[in-house]
């Protein structure tokens, strides 16, 4: 079965610094989804990437699915106190299904 | 157009009683999917139905857990004799097929709390 790793677990970083959370599967990703989750609440949809190379950007944050698919990293530039909270990555299973890491909690000190 | 609609927000319930949860995918869709979130782990998927049929429950515990999604009405998952290690954020999100992402179509949760 597919398995998601996300790294790092936990990361704080000071306001302005960039930072970049990785999302591994063991398998060729089809779709991946990145999520935000605030403690307590439910997923915003950050953006999804479908192609080997595509990368898509959202104010200030860019996710990349890398050529071999099996990877997909999402930057933030210039972090801000509105960026904490839980980033998770989702894979298409191609059963209609979802399977997700385990989550990077993010921490951006003023 | 309304997005995928749970109810209840929050639901409390004694050891031993049911909690119903209640999805309302987004209009035209017919496919809904429910995950588990448990304190300090990941969503893990649970169950995935079409109109009156199972399609998947790869994901649903054994025992005390169903769900079905009816012709009319909202899809609802069921917990019989809850048990504290029920107390989790149950999360539904709908697709129109099962070809179509159905990433960013997740509802606001349902956050089960059992004492």
């Known amino acids: 079965s597919q398995e998601l790793e996300q790294s790092p677990q936990s990361l704080i970083v000071q306001e302005g610094k960039n930072l970049t959370i990785n999302c591994t599967s063991s398998k060729t990703l089809y779709g991946l989804y990145w999520y935000k989750q605030k403690y307590g609440e439910g997923l915003i949809f950050l953006m999804m990437?479908?192609?080997?190379?595509e990368e898509k950007s959202h104010e200030k944050i860019t996710a990349k699915l890398d050529e071999k698919k099996q990877q997909s990293s999402l930057h933030i530039t210039a972090s801000q106190p509105s960026h904490a909270g839980i980033y998770l990555c989702g894979a298409d299973n191609q059963g209609g299904k979802l399977i997700f890491g385990q989550g990077t909690e993010l921490s951006v000190k003023p | 157009n309304a997005g995928v609609m749970q109810n209840p927000r929050h639901l409390v319930r004694r050891r031993g009683q049911e909690a119903r949860l209640r999805c309302s995918p987004m209009k035209g869709h017919s496919h809904v999917y429910w995950y588990r979130q448990l304190p300090e782990e990941g969503l893990k998927f649970m169950v995935y139905l079409q109109k009156e049929n199972i399609i998947d429950e790869s994901g649903m515990p054994k025992e005390r857990f169903s769900a079905e999604f009816p012709k009319e009405g909202p899809s609802i998952l069921r917990i019989q004799q809850v048990v504290r290690g029920d107390s989790a954020a149950y999360f539904c999100?709908?697709?129109?097929?099962?070809?179509?992402?159905?990433?960013?179509?997740f509802g606001s949760g349902t956050r089960l709390t059992v004492v």
């Open positions: 999100a709908s697709s129109r097929t099962n070809t179509d992402g159905q990433g960013d179509t």
């Open positions: 990437l479908q192609k080997g190379g």
